[in-house]
């Protein structure tokens, strides 16, 4: 079960009993709020007992604290002063978010000695607690003895001597919780239960925000000529959908900037079929969707100054009697054909429609796409790094740069003509995959000739959008990843 934090920041709490978090930088000084939380100065002598220095993430758990008005202290190491970066207070904030357990009233100490924080810092932390606070048990009928033991609230103190600042920046880290979950529910979500119609439904939630939001039937798709879109969609029954999202937050004359997000809620592979093992993690084939979806929740939940355009292909890849088969050559919208080589490799299909569509109708200042696109990349990378492609430098360094400020890492990979080659076909303008060797790249250059010369990253995020390890700020199969990175992007680079 979720917790759900009502987290409010003073510039003092009165303990009455349940938990004081105390935070504590590396080495002998003093943690937050020994006054308050820690009159008796128990701490400093359980530290000695137990060997904690202060290190990074690390606690220090006191029960029953001698002379303390609290009925527990947890000490938080944040390190070296010097080594803090922003993404480390969201840390602290999921490990806080982890102490708590069966307590309902929690006070936590900001100010450590010799350490200046403001309401950014503040507003991070808060963060981290409410990302590590997310669980999906939505189809969970028997919860365990310590699930039924947890609290339905928890009233939370954050105290600090910018309290005013930190209430103020909190405002929106609220609005980029509310994203990022948003992303993890829908790739948490079984693939029965998300097709492309309720997919584009939840996208049409996002009016309530003040989006604009328009969802393009089949019908309408035929229409445009999206022929590689709809060939991954011909095997299943159920009809693909494309959803356009519109925050209209800046000036009406300026260009909005687009994200597009490969949306297959499910992907089998098609007559490609994949290998039966593993194949149920396919409904988070959608990842790339969800975060484009959150990122619209966030932006238009904290009233981002940017006019922000977010498109997501939504289809369901099925080996169907009526499926695409290895051989078929299929029209996309710019006109270009594409011969499929695989059926696997769908979501570049999709995409190609999606980029075309966007660069066509919207003419923006940049295209990034999100996708779980290619294994490969995993092979690569890890699950530790996004792979990012790209045909412009600055917007590939703006996202290089945001990702090391978020902790949502990306690594550059090349392009070049050389790779071009690996996808040209006898029969057609192109075929959809070069074969296994440099299978990423050549993903992203089938995507780069739907692009023109508009400057374009595209995300290969198949290692860190399901599955990927747990850390202080998430302990979901669905990781949201993506959200926060590019929400920074926007604020960083494109408001105002």
Not at 168 to 193: C, H, Q, T, W, Y
Not at 214 to 224: A, G, P, Q, S, V
Request: glycine share 12%; proline share 4%.
């Amino acid at each position: 079960m979720s917790l759900k934090f009502d987290i409010s920041f003073a510039k003092s709490a009165k303990l009455e009993g349940g938990l004081a978090i105390q935070l504590k930088l590396a080495g002998d000084g003093p943690a937050a709020g020994v006054a308050e939380a820690d009159p008796a100065g128990i701490v400093a002598r359980a530290s000695e007992i137990g060997k904690f220095s202060g290190k990074p993430m690390t606690t220090l758990d006191v029960i029953a604290p001698q002379g303390s008005p609290a009925d527990r202290l947890v000490v938080l190491g944040l390190g070296k002063a010097e080594a803090l970066a922003a993404h480390d207070w969201l840390k602290a904030g999921g490990v806080a978010a982890a102490c708590v357990r069966s307590m309902t009233k929690v006070a936590i100490y900001l100010d450590v000695p010799g350490l200046t924080v403001g309401g950014a810092e503040a507003a991070g932390f808060a963060l981290g607690m409410l990302l590590r606070a997310y669980s999906f048990d939505a189809y969970k009928t028997k919860k365990g003895d310590d699930e039924d033991k947890a609290p339905k609230a928890v009233k939370v103190t954050i105290v600090t001597a910018a309290h005013a600042a930190a209430r103020k920046a909190f405002a929106e880290s609220e609005a980029i919780a509310g994203g990022v979950l948003l992303a993890r529910d829908l790739v948490n979500l079984p693939p029965n239960a998300l097709g492309p119609v309720e997919f584009a439904d939840k996208a049409k939630e996002l009016e309530k925000l003040g989006v604009e939001v328009e969802i393009l039937t089949e019908k309408e798709m035929r229409k445009l000529g999206m022929g590689a879109l709809l060939g991954v969609a011909q095997g299943s029954v159920r009809p693909p959908r494309l959803a356009v999202m519109h925050w209209k937050g800046g000036k009406a004359k300026d260009a909005p900037v687009a994200f597009i997000g490969k949306g297959v809620v499910f992907d089998t592979g098609g007559i490609s079929i994949k290998p039966g093992a593993g194949m149920e993690d396919m409904k988070g084939d959608m990842g790339g969707a969800a975060a484009v979806t959150g990122l619209i929740h966030t932006l238009a939940a904290r009233k981002a100054k940017a006019n922000v355009v977010g498109i997501i292909g939504l289809v369901e890849n099925m080996p169907d009697g009526n499926a695409q088969r290895p051989g078929d050559i299929v029209t996309t919208m710019s006109g270009q054909t594409i011969e499929i080589i695989n059926t696997d490799a769908e979501g570049r299909l999709v995409l190609a429609d999606a980029l075309f569509y966007c660069n066509e109708r919207f003419k923006p200042r940049f295209m990034i796409n999100l996708a779980t696109l290619t294994g490969a990349i995993m092979v690569a990378l890890g699950n530790l790094h996004a792979g990012l492609f790209s045909n412009d430098d600055t917007l590939a360094g703006q996202l290089t740069s945001v990702g090391e400020v978020t902790g949502e890492r990306l690594w550059r990979m090349p392009l070049g003509k050389d790779y071009d080659k690996m996808i040209d076909s006898k029969f057609a303008d192109m075929k959809n995959t070069g074969g296994r060797y440099a299978g990423s790249i050549t993903a992203a250059q089938l995507l780069k000739r739907f692009v023109g010369e508009t400057p374009w990253a595209h995300l290969d995020i198949a290692g860190t959008a399901m599955n990927s390890p747990a850390s202080e700020i998430n302990q979901s199969w669905g990781s949201g990843y993506g959200v926060r990175l590019l929400d920074e992007l926007v604020r960083a680079h494109y408001e105002g």
